[in-house]
């Protein structure tokens, strides 16, 4: 029978000797990817400690990797096994890497962000970690390719085993059962640390929950919130854009009744007399993402009280009289129509 071992002598030599780093690397890549991407993972909070590390860490990393393939020289000569060296040799150590890797993170991400900006005009959230994957992915494929090129004495690679062995010996492997316990409560304390850490990014605040409704109007191309069409002579339509912006940090479905309102002002108290739905538009919006609808208006009414009225209902049918006061938002417009 065979077994894993044997199928991977299958393999191409380049695969088989693919740097573990790098093969992380490109492994978070893609996790980013579908955690910022994909319809159901993107609502999780994996994406947010993805994001991170993906952001201020891996563009560095793969850049420093395709820059210096080789070991420090103290790694090579055998002193150390950690990879530390003194600053000064021709390749950066381990710690030195890690260090080199934030800093150029924050310094490249800007700077892939302006190229966009340069060229898309108008780049977006997904246009920049796509670019930025691309980026990470070449430049990880650049320092394997060195890498292979060099004998495997010289290749600089992550000493994990050493690292794992030597952490676990540390922990488990003590004359003392004090120092043991100690080890393991430091331990769990930094885990439950980092995941409350993690948990209070991921989780927003109450009063960072909301969706927006609004009206614009186009203005030599752009669209403002001013000059709004208040005054019509009961032939020609006009044309208004009603938007929508979800920061609800989840996906919601909008139902939006547009109508027509003949009010009255009695005792500082405005009452409906008669109202008359116009339109419904219907709207499926992830978290950050906002819509517009352009629309054209034509009273059906004349007279000087009149009101138009977007009533927006979330993850709910409208009921059978929309209401300013049973919309969950609400956006309104006064206007006056000849007869």
């Known amino acids: 029978m065979v077994d894993a ?55 560095g990393y793969a850049f420093v990797a395709a820059l210096f393939p080789e ?30 890797s934030f ?10 962000a302006l190229l966009l900006d340069l060229t898309l005009r108008e780049p977006t959230l997904t246009s920049i970690l796509i670019a930025t994957s691309m980026f990470v992915v070449l430049l990880s494929i650049i320092a394997g390719v060195r890498r292979w090129n060099l004998t495997p004495e010289r290749r600089f690679t992550i000493p994990y085993r050493t690292w794992i062995e030597s952490g676990r010996a540390t922990v488990f492997e003590s004359n003392s059962r004090g120092t043991v316990i100690v080890n393991v409560l430091l331990i769990v304390s930094v885990l439950l640390a980092l995941g409350t850490v993690s948990y209070a990014i991921a989780l927003p605040q109450d009063g960072e929950r909301f969706s927006s409704a609004y009206i614009l109007t186009e203005d030599d191309g752009e669209l403002v919130t001013d000059g709004y069409p208040t005054e019509y002579d009961g032939e020609d339509a006009q044309e208004i854009v009603f938007g929508i912006d979800n920061q609800e940090h989840r996906t919601v479905e909008y139902t939006t009744v547009f ?26 919006l ?3 993402e906002s819509w517009h609808h352009e629309h054209e208006i034509d009273p059906p009414m004349t007279g000087d009280d009149l009101r138009l009225v977007w009533l927006v209902y979330l993850d709910r049918e409208p009921p059978e009289e929309p209401t300013l006061e049973n919309a969950d938002r609400s956006v309104h417009l006064w206007i006056e129509v000849d007869e």
């Open 5 to 59: 071992k044997s199928l991977r002598l299958f393999l191409p030599r380049q695969i088989r000797e693919l740097p573990a780093d790098l093969v992380v690397v490109l492994i978070v890549v893609a996790a980013t990817n579908a955690a910022a991407l994909l319809p159901v993972v993107r609502e999780t909070p994996i994406r947010i400690p993805l994001g991170l590390v993906f952001l201020l860490f891996l563009p």
């Open 71 to 100: 070991a420090s020289e103290r790694s090579r000569s055998g002193d150390v096994t950690d990879g530390s060296t003194p600053l000064g040799t021709a390749s950066p150590t381990g710690i030195e890497r890690g260090a080199l």
């Open 103 to 112: 800093g150029l993170s924050v310094a490249i991400v800007p700077l892939i």
């Open 259 to 284: 109508a027509i309102q003949e009010v009255e002002v009695q005792n500082d108290e405005t009452i409906v007399v008669e109202q008359e739905e116009l339109e419904r538009f219907d709207a499926e």
């Open 286 to 288: 992830a978290h950050g």
